[in-house]
């Protein structure tokens, strides 16, 4: 039952972004990938038409590529992971040549890593290069820092992720371990109510808790150990206690901020 529970909640999320773009409500703020990313979700959800793909390509090709702050790490991985799903290549001259915005710290790394794997363009070197890196910031405890001294909770839960769909795509046995161990520290810091991104930048935010999610039924899928289930349906009944409206859900979830 979780998993058509979290399938379910995806769902909503992805009707009520389809329901903001048709009403032309959706970006009308600030997005540094959120285009990107509701293209791959409606895509996985069967909700993409060609009137919101054109919408959504017209969005994201008007954004300023030559501001330096540009997400290209994180666009360019939504973007290829809507490509080899859908198989779908009108959106290529948005990714190829394949940029990045260069940020050092951990999580970005891994995705600038994770985005290469994915337009199969990773060279040996590059895998030798994350792994020492992964070694220098990944904790005996198997916190994964973002960088040296830095300590996150969900920068850890997003990089965890990040760490499994590697040991995936490269088959690699390092990141299967790098990942097991992450997996299994955050664990430890799972409060009762299913609050657990209490430490470092990007506290109680909605992005690390579905991170967190993720890895949990990730690692269940892995090892069918039911303990890891139970934690992920708690993870999830947090989640949707802060959802406002059906699939809407805040930035930041914690009782002072409702």
């Known amino acids: 039952m979780s998993a058509e529970k979290i399938h379910a909640t995806g769902l909503r999320i992805a009707q009520h972004l389809k ?13 540094f990938y959120g285009e990107a990313f509701t293209l791959a979700l409606l895509s996985r959800y069967e909700l993409l038409n060609d009137e919101l793909r054109q919408k959504l390509y017209d969005l994201i090709k008007a954004k300023d590529k030559t501001d330096p702050e540009y997400h290209w790490e994180f666009v360019n991985y939504a973007l290829l992971d809507y ?3 859908s198989r779908d290549t009108a959106f290529d001259d948005l990714i190829f040549p394949l940029k990045f915005k260069g940020t ?4 970005w790394s891994l995705l600038r890593f994770a985005t290469k794997a994915k337009a199969k363009e990773v060279k040996a070197e590059e895998i030798l ?8 910031l990944q904790q005996p ?3 994964i820092l973002d960088d040296k001294g830095v300590r996150s909770f969900q920068y850890h839960a997003f990089s965890t992720c990040l760490l499994f769909e590697l040991s995936k795509s490269c088959r690699d046995d390092d ?3 790098a990942f097991k161990k992450g997996v299994e520290f955050i664990r430890h810091f799972i409060f009762p109510n299913g609050e657990t991104l209490h430490i470092g930048r990007g506290q109680h935010q909605s992005f690390g808790q579905g991170c967190l999610l993720s890895l949990l039924s990730f ?3 892995e090892t069918k150990n039911v303990e890891l289930l139970a934690e992920a349906e708690l993870i999830h009944k947090y989640l949707l206690r802060f959802e406002k409206s059906p699939g809407q859900f805040p930035l930041v979830m914690s009782e002072e901020a409702q």
């Open 104 to 107: 050092s710290c951990m999580n």
């Open 129 to 136: 290069e994350i792994k020492k890196k992964l070694k220098v």
């Open 175 to 177: 990141f299967s371990k």
């Open 141 to 143: 405890s198997g916190l």
């Open 219 to 221: 690692a269940f899928i």
């Open 19 to 31: 329901d903001e773009l048709e009403s032309g409500v959706a970006f009308k703020t600030r997005s």
């Open 83 to 85: 490509r080899n799903r």
